[in-house]
């Protein structure tokens, strides 16, 4: 069992910036895949960013260019910085850890961004 604890999230306004955080249980953390997942209401869940435990990244094409996911193996945690927010980018965004073929899901965080 892996648990997660997301942070970060907030209110801002369109143009701006924010840091999402999340932290992870768990002795052998280098090895997990982890990623951002968000979810707009009314919506579906969807995958924003991805890294692998070899550090290798994918983004949605919504935030390719916007959006960094890095991971910080002695703190056991990644962060998901996002920057020139749009409204659209609106949601609750949740951390995934993939571990051995299981996936963990942590408890989500908002981020509103105002126009």
């Known amino acids: 069992q892996v648990q997660l604890v997301e942070s970060g999230g907030g209110l801002v306004q369109a143009g701006g910036s924010l840091r999402l955080s999340c932290a992870a249980s768990?002795?052998?953390?280098?090895?997990?895949?982890m990623g951002w997942h968000r979810q707009a209401p009314g919506k579906q869940r969807e995958l924003v960013a991805i890294i692998t435990s070899g550090g290798s990244r994918n983004f949605a094409d919504s935030v390719k260019g916007r959006f960094t996911i890095s991971r910080d193996n002695a703190k056991n945690t990644v962060y998901l910085q996002m920057n020139s927010l749009k409204p659209e980018d609106t949601a609750v965004y949740y951390c995934?850890?993939?571990?051995?073929?299981?996936?963990?899901w942590g408890q989500g965080t908002q981020v509103t961004v105002s126009s």
């Open positions: 768990g002795r052998t953390f280098s090895s997990y895949a």
């Open positions: 995934r850890a993939v571990v051995g073929g299981s996936g963990f």
